[in-house]
């Protein structure tokens, strides 16, 4: 029988495998960032222990760091003690750092496809759960936890147990894939197959809706596979993505031949088995706005706020789920979701902060201003896509129509840095996870696109983007 | 392994309410234990006791991959979770440094193990006994590779057969 893509990655990795017992898993590349690092480097110096492979270990700064000035003191003295802390265990274990000053810092899952680090066929790991956007390259990518990140570290292979393959297919096209994006696509698949339909699982995203795509949106795909729950999500390599990784600072100096190699091994061959399937069409599907306190609680813009009613049938735990949600949303049922009104906008997070997406939103903006009752951030993913955007024009664009033009960093995804919602701000962000206080305690987070967001920064609330005029 | 239950009765407990984002800066166990839950119950700190239990529904720990999260409930005095399903990198975390267990339960101890309830974790018949209410329920038992690193005490203890 055939494999999958997945099962041929895993396959080419295993280092020993016995039934019943895990399976050892060679690790080609490690990234690390400041968050859930330091306890793993304290347990190397406890154990005596060093890096096994500082060559395939990348570390750089993203959640902590401010994004206003970067010339200033970081006045949160626990986050300038995690950053460096990182300094430090980069430099006595031999790993290389862009630290907060190198031309190629940025959200870690930003910059590795960016440097050529992120390679199709490889195996990725960081202790971040977003990782699964490297699996856009059709690499086997996933978030770890600090234990792991200790053990990868001294040994670089992991002990796992083999999750299930799951197809998902992107059918059709979309319409208008200027207003109906990437983001829309994968919330949509959310919404359907619920925040832990992926569970125990690597998820391949496959069909034209996919192959359409370009490289920046496939990671907007696989960025929220740990929305659905799965361990990973991976899209199978082609022209797009070899032509993305040619050239990069860290691409293969024998790139070609192993482009070659990829395009007669990656893919899933025809008779293989996956475990689970669901097809998305996407000719008609609309722009997503979430409204709820999960990426499951999403629904289209042309709708309104659902009744916690809607989800009564047979499981009081979705219904008691989704008037919690209501209650800390401030939101009641029946409200149409363009009547919404936002207090801030937030283009920015793994997810959303890739060059496309800041060319995308500044076409929204372009010429008009910000409402006057919203606040606006634009925060590039990585110092490189800062770079790109200013030699394109887009800092001005934003800062003409008084949206704030930021420093790299993770930035309101999370509420670990300066950069928070206040109690009861309602925000429209790009960002992937719309949970209870995730962008600051009290605050209210609508997940949508960077035109979404764009569009409801300029005019004070949500909007079908696909009346705007947008090429 | 004996404790009485604390019951939230809600899906998708997520990390973020676990353990919020502002905490992952701290380093000490014990401090961070002061804010586990705090993002969806405030008064947990004041109510939890060594060696209880947490009591969920489905996708329990779903979210981000700080391990912060086991860790403080585990500095909380939670020797275990019981859950309709767990998100997997909390559910291996909470196995890895050996914070928690995270036990998968069925239905029927999930709607009648109620808050307050003294109960009995027995990992060797996969049983609860619930002793207040003097009933018994199946858990869902290990796989064979969880329990292995659960036997020798987390991930670093670990060694192959």
């Not at chain 2, 992952?24 to 239990?53: I, N």
Request: glycine residues 8%.
């Amino acid at each position: 029988m055939g494999k999958t893509l997945f099962e041929k990655i895993w396959d080419a990795h295993i280092v020993v495998e016995k039934e019943n017992s895990p399976s050892l898993i060679y690790i080609d590349r490690h990234l690390v960032h400041e968050v859930t690092s330091p306890q793993a480097f304290d347990g190397l110096r406890m154990n005596n222990r060093s890096v096994r492979r500082p060559d395939l270990t990348i570390a750089t700064m993203d959640h902590n760091v401010p994004t206003n000035n970067r010339t200033l003191p970081i006045l949160d003295q626990t986050s300038a003690v995690q950053i460096q802390t990182l300094e430090k265990n980069c430099k006595d274990f031999g790993i290389q750092l862009f630290d907060i000053n190198s031309p190629n810092q940025g959200i870690v899952h930003v910059i590795g496809p960016q440097l050529g680090i992120t390679l199709p066929g490889s195996t990725i790991v960081c202790g971040d759960s977003h990782t699964s956007t490297h699996g856009a390259f059709g690499a086997l990518a996933f978030g770890i936890g600090t234990s792991e990140v200790e053990h990868v570290l001294a040994s670089q292979t992991l002990w796992l147990e083999k999750p299930k393959p799951f197809e998902i297919i992107v059918a059709g096209k979309r319409k208008n894939p200027h207003a109906v994006t990437a983001k829309d696509i994968i919330l949509s698949i959310i919404k359907n197959i619920g925040t832990s339909g992926g569970n125990g699982t690597v998820i391949e995203y496959r069909g034209e809706g996919i192959c359409d795509l370009s490289m920046e949106q496939r990671m907007t795909i696989c960025n929220m596979s740990i929305e659905a729950g799965a361990r990973a999500g991976l899209i199978a390599p082609d022209e797009k993505t070899f032509e993305y990784l040619r050239g990069r600072k860290y691409t293969p100096k024998n790139y070609e031949s192993l482009v070659e190699y990829w395009k007669d091994n990656l893919k899933t061959d025809s008779d293989a088995k996956f475990e689970k399937k669901y097809t998305l069409h996407i000719d008609n599907i609309a722009p997503q706005v979430s409204w709820g306190t999960n990426p499951g609680m999403t629904c289209d813009v042309t709708e309104s706020i659902p009744s916690p009613e809607d989800f009564s049938n047979g499981d009081q735990n979705q219904k008691k789920g989704a008037e919690q949600a209501l209650e800390y949303m401030a939101l009641k049922p029946g409200t149409p979701i363009i009547e919404i009104k936002i207090d801030r906008v937030f283009i920015g997070s793994c997810t959303n902060a890739r060059l496309e997406d800041l060319i995308e939103a500044s076409k929204v903006v372009k010429g008009r201003k910000l409402s006057p009752h919203v606040r606006a951030m634009v925060v590039p993913g990585s110092q490189m896509v800062k770079k790109q955007a200013e030699e394109l024009g887009l800092d001005k664009i934003f800062t003409n129509a008084n949206f704030e033009w930021r420093e790299s960093g993770c930035s309101m995804c999370l509420g670990m840095n300066p950069d928070i919602l206040s109690p009861g701000e309602r925000c429209a962000s790009t960002s992937n996870r719309n949970f209870e206080g995730r962008q600051g305690t009290g605050g209210r987070t609508h997940l949508v696109s960077p035109v979404m967001a764009a569009a409801a920064a300029i005019e004070g609330h949500f909007v079908d983007v696909r009346e705007m005029d947008l090429n | 392994m004996k404790g009485n239950v604390i019951k939230y009765e809600r899906d998708n407990i997520d990390t973020d309410v676990i353990i919020p984002g502002q905490y992952l800066k701290v380093h000490d166990y014990a401090e961070l234990a002061l804010h586990a839950m705090e993002g969806l119950d405030p008064d947990f700190h004041s109510k939890v006791k060594e060696g209880d239990f947490i009591l969920s529904g489905r996708n329990f720990g779903c979210g981000s991959s700080r391990e912060h999260a086991p860790i403080a409930l585990s500095h909380s005095g939670i020797k275990a979770v019981l859950a309709l399903s767990f998100a997997r990198i909390f559910y291996r975390n909470a196995v890895d440094g050996a914070f928690l267990l995270p036990i998968e339960i069925e239905e029927d101890a999930y709607s009648d193990i109620s808050e307050g309830d003294e109960i009995d974790i027995n990992i060797h018949t996969n049983e609860i006994k619930n002793i207040t209410k003097n009933k018994i329920y199946k858990m869902k038992p290990f796989s064979e590779i969880i329990g292995k690193i659960i036997e020798a005490g987390g991930l670093f203890k670990y060694k192959p057969d």
